[in-house]
Structures are given as C-alpha cells and as structure tokens.
C-alpha cells in the first residue's frame, strides 16, 4: 500500500522531505518546462492535453470508421455518446434542422471537455487538461463565434442591434439596457463559460492533492495514532474522485448546453 500511496501523492503534488506536511499551491498548474518545440516551452499539462486529444480521436475515429446495423459493445458506447450530444442537447435546443447545422461543433466542444476533464482523476497523469486556462479560453472563444456567426447568418447585422436593444423597452431606460446587454452578451459569457470549466478542475485537483498528500504524510511519515486519519483522508481521496468523474461529465455537459442555448438565442425569431 505504502508505494501505490506514495507514487499516487508524489505524481499529484510534490511531497516535502523535511517531515513536515506541505498542502498544495497554484505551483501545480505551472510545472517545470520538459523541453521546447520550435521555441514553444511544453510542460506536462500541454502533454496530458495532446493525449486527451490524441484518445478522443482515436476512440470516436474506431468507434464510427466500420459501423455494423448491429452494433458491438464499442460501437454502441460510442453512438450513445453521440446520439446524447445529437438528441439530448443540440435537437431538444435549437431543433432539427438548426441541431444538425451546428451538431460538429458541440459535438467537438462535448468530447473535448469530457476527455481533458476526466484526465484528472487518471494514474500517473492526475491533472485535468482544462486546469490551465488556454483550453476553457479557446473552448470560450469557440462558443463566442459560433453564436455571433449564427446570429450575423441568421438576421444579418441587425443582430447586434436587436441583441443590444429590445423592443419595448421604454427608450430613457435604451442606454441602460445597451450597457447591460453589451456586457452581460458580448463580454461576460465567454468570460463565464471560461471561469466557471477552469475553476471547477483546479479546485477539484487541489482536493486530490490535498487529501492524497494528507494521506500518504499520515500514514507514512507521522505513523503512530495519526494513520487513524489517514484512514479519513484516503475515504474523503475515494470520495472526491467518483466526485470527480461526475464533475468532468457535468461541465462537458453543461458547456456544450451553454453553447447551444446562446446559439439559440441568437438565431431566435426575436433577434
């Protein structure tokens, strides 16, 4: 038990050798830089994210490449994946035909996150893809022109205008309404969609961290009557990473909602 706890704290956080306990830092999003590509500095995280990358391309290219009317066990995990984006989020939101139009892009935006999510809670990588604000950043500005792209295609330029001022609005309020629309549409929900998928991974990283780490000093390096709570940590540690996997499905999901619902928006009748 003592090296699969030590090798499981040691990949998640650097661990003190001066017998003391040392919890986890924002140092864990910025780790030591491997090597360089034509000048490009990659580090561990940009190698976890190529890996996601690399799996959810794998995974769906062999799930889809030779599709059987009966389906084995890998096709049919594979088309329920799909058959949820397609039916559960992009038909139900924006319709048939409107569902189908934008149906890659939140296909790619849903698996992306789910796969950079759920390398988190996974051994010997156990940091999440999107801990790092470059992949929620691009995934943001992603969703932010697909919806202004619907928008400008659907009802030409005057959606800016019908997004910034809606009718019935009594026109002495009109610049109030602007300012507010102008930020809460066209600033803060890519700010938002990005905050809220960066957030949630770092701090459910640092919990791992923190109750691994706790672990393996409890059991490990203080000894005696403190195993009692390490015994405490290692449940708490279990706990957190089913936590985990929920979480990871949960903000794939709900980004690729968001997506699709200011999509919607954008392309309703009213704008």
Request: glycine share 10%; net charge neutral.
């Amino acid at each position: 038990m003592e090296p699969a706890l030590f090798n499981l704290a040691a990949t998640l956080t650097p661990l003190a050798s001066d017998g003391e306990f040392h919890g986890p830092s924002i140092d864990e999003f910025f780790p030591e830089i491997l090597f360089s590509v034509a000048g490009i500095p990659v580090h561990r995280i940009h190698l976890v994210q190529l890996l996601s990358v690399i799996a959810v391309v794998l995974i769906l290219w062999l799930g889809t490449r030779r599709m059987k009317v009966v389906p084995g066990r890998f096709q049919s995990l594979v088309e329920m994946g799909l058959g949820f984006v397609r039916g559960g989020i992009a038909h139900d939101l924006l319709g048939r035909k409107d569902g189908d139009r934008f149906l890659p892009i939140l296909t790619t935006i849903f698996f992306m996150v789910l796969f950079m999510n759920i390398t988190g809670i996974i051994p010997f990588l156990n940091i999440a893809g999107t801990s790092i604000a470059a992949v929620p950043l691009l995934l943001a500005v992603v969703s932010y022109v697909t919806f202004i792209y619907a928008g400008i295609r659907r009802h030409g330029f005057r959606f800016f205008k019908n997004a910034l001022l809606p009718q019935g609005v009594p026109g002495f309020a009109l610049p109030i309404v602007a300012l507010i629309e102008l930020v809460s549409t066209f600033v803060l929900r890519p700010v938002t969609l990005m905050l809220r998928l960066l957030m949630n991974m770092v701090v459910g990283h640092m919990l791992l961290v923190l109750c691994f780490a706790a672990t393996q000093f409890f059991f490990f390096t203080a000894g005696g009557g403190w195993a009692a709570l390490g015994v405490g940590t290692l449940a708490f540690g279990g706990a957190f990473t089913l936590f985990e996997i929920l979480v990871a499905v949960l903000q794939a999901y709900v980004f690729t909602v968001l997506t699709a619902v200011y999509i919607q928006l954008a392309v309703a009748e009213e704008h």
